[in-house]
């Protein structure tokens, strides 16, 4: 049994791409870790897994770290971040 | 007290000027970012800001509790980004603080603006004068050890 996440995306991670999310599956315990190796798997560039090692995962309220259980909330996928 | 937006409007620093403002405060301190047109020796056309709203939202209200704790609780703070495509000249992000006195208005607002470049889920792609687009490359989101 998995469980299906879809995963927001965010600026480049957006490049090349018509949809907003990806979805990615993860057995139903799965830490943010394995979220991340289950992305690692299903995106379709080396810029993107390159990306990837740089980008966090996060809910609406918090940024997560690899060792946290991958939350039910909505994820999203944040890659380097430059405002201003 | 604590202003902060996000928005796909103009931003106007006198909305910000007018939240920072009270008789007992004798000092307030106004940060415009723009967009420039020119990056790393490449002329540009223009700025798309992609942000997470709702993440980016309550990391601004963090920061401004933070600057709160830091320089008063009687201080007023500011600080809103716009989303979507900008032209060279306009505004993307306005901090402002007014305290009693000017000190504590410049180092915080500068808080605000420091934090923001780090913290807010914000990222921004070029448009340049060849046509071509990039992502800027920026800093990488960590929760604090």
Request: hydrophobic share 40%.
């Amino acid at each position: 049994m998995t469980r299906q996440i879809p995963i927001r995306l965010f600026g480049a991670f957006r490049q090349g791409r018509t949809d907003s999310t990806l979805t990615v599956e993860v057995a139903p315990n799965a830490s943010v870790a394995e979220l991340r190796k289950a992305m690692h798997e299903v995106l379709e560039t080396d810029n993107a897994r390159s990306l990837l090692k740089a980008s966090a995962f996060a809910t609406d309220s918090e940024v997560l770290d690899d060792a946290d259980a991958v939350p039910e909330r909505e994820i999203s996928i944040l890659p380097p971040v430059c405002g201003g | 007290m604590i202003l902060v937006d996000i928005t796909d409007s103009v931003l106007d620093p006198l909305i910000a000027l007018g939240h920072c403002c009270a008789d007992s405060h004798g000092a307030a301190d106004l940060f415009i970012g723009r967009v420039r047109n020119l990056n790393e020796g490449r002329p540009v056309t223009a700025v798309s800001y992609d942000l997470h709203p709702v993440l980016c939202r309550n990391i601004f209200e963090k920061i401004s509790q933070e600057a709160l704790e830091q320089w008063g609780e009687h201080i007023h703070v500011f600080l809103a980004h716009r989303q979507g495509r900008l032209d060279v000249g306009e505004a993307s992000v306005i901090a402002a603080v007014s305290s009693p006195h000017r000190a504590h208005s410049f180092e915080a607002c500068r808080y605000l603006v420091e934090q923001m470049k780090v913290r807010a889920p914000i990222w921004k792609q070029e448009h340049y004068v060849d046509g071509d687009s990039e992502w800027i490359k920026g800093h990488v989101l960590r929760n604090p050890a």
